[in-house]
């Protein structure tokens, strides 16, 4: 428990009505979506970039633990207080948009601004911001940028670390750091700001986030193709991106999820199809979408599509989207326990990819349903079990095990947007040796030498 004394220093800091350790506060800052609790011993909110240097200092100088927290919508666990100390809950007050300059296309936010918030500002000036995570409606751009977020856009436009240009942040010790310029081209200096993004909080705390922004395409179209079988589907994936054509979002699901929707919202699915690909392709011009489509629908049936759908305005759009919107809560017909995670490959792997996780849930005998991001090689991966069952939850880590192992063997990845946090530290040690890991230690030491941020997320020490 933080010292009485410490709280004082804290009111002193950012006043009374900024610090809280009654259990209120406490329980409603102990939990992300990983349903795992951890309580803080306080949660405090600072004003400004000031404050949040000033508790920094002092709490290195006293070895108290800074857990940074934006809208604690994370699914590995980077923003919970596991390790207890002091929750630094920034969307209170550090939520404004700073800027949007026009002439060189980017915006300045604080860290508690909402993503679609700053979406719908950008947009009324002409301007985009692509990176859409599913958490949109109330994820922060600050928690973005620690988890390095990604979205269904990102086939096309690439995830949160392609448009941040510049961060302010504190560091452990109260220093307050620039990383990055407002320009096109920097290449003075190490990059800074490529280290602290996705590292979920134990380098810094961010404070400002300078954004670079595109010019929002005028017209969007969606369209849908069913496959008879998984593999055909993702050959269609990277064939079509191969073929010359970019979609903005080339989005799956198998067969698993698409059965669990149509259990669920009774929406027409075909329940026999091997998969669903729903895809979006934009531009300026019409004649541009069509040329577009009409390639998609080429590649698609000449890998097996058997029905391609385009939609004809936006209410057909929403109505194809549905079952992809729709996948994960739908899930739960398949058990109450989830473990959800965000593998992602090389795109041209996905048929083996999806083949080594359907064996693996054979050898397990438990459901494995998948749909995701193809486009970017990213699969939700969700081994499915009853949670009342110890037996069967045993049998989903081991299973789990599994899918990284098959993940990595492929040339892939643990995480292609949600991060490490707690959920995956465990399995570091098969993605990275041990002279990695070191180095990752050591960039944290450098950072942060007493260890007070964020303390054992990602396999760290």
Partial sequence: MI???????????????????????LLAY??????????????????HEEDVSTILKYCNEHRIIIVPRGAGSGFTGGALPSSGGIVLALEKHMNKILEIDMQNMVAVVQPGVINMDLQKAVEEVGLFYPPDPASQDYSTIGGNVNENAGGMRAAKY????????????????GDIIKAGKRTIKDVAGYNIAGILIASEGTLAVTTQVTLKLIAKP????????????????????????ASGITPVAMEFLDNLTIRAVEQTFNRGLPVDAGAILVTDVDGNLKEDLNFQLAKIEEVFKDNGCSDFKIAKDDKEAANLWFARRNASPA???YGSKKLNEDVTVPRAVLPQLLEKFYAIADKYQVNIPCFGHTGDGNVHTNVMVDGSDEEQVKIAYKAIEEVFQAT???????????????AKAP????????????????IKMAFDPNN?????????K
């Fill in 3 to 25: 010292d009485k004394k410490h709280l004082k220093q804290l009111i002193d800091i950012v006043g009374k009505e900024n610090v809280y350790s009654d259990k209120a506060h």
């Fill in 30 to 47: 102990s939990y992300d979506a990983t349903r795992e609790r951890f309580e803080a011993d306080a949660v405090v909110f600072p004003r």
């Fill in 158 to 173: 690439g995830i949160t670390k392609d448009y941040v240009m510049a961060i302010r942040a504190v560091r452990a010790n």
């Fill in 218 to 241: 005028k017209l969007t179209r969606t369209a849908m193709g069913i496959f008879d079988s998984v593999s055909e589907a993702m050959e269609a994936v990277y064939k079509t991106m």
């Fill in 331 to 333: 899930l739960s017909v």
């Fill in 408 to 422: 990595i063997d492929l040339g892939g990845t643990l995480s292609g947007e949600h991060g490490i946090g707690l």
């Fill in 427 to 442: 399995y570091m040690s098969m993605a990275f040796t041990d002279e990695e890991m070191q180095l990752f230690n050591d």
């Fill in 452 to 460: 007070i941020l964020n303390p054992h997320k990602m396999g760290l």
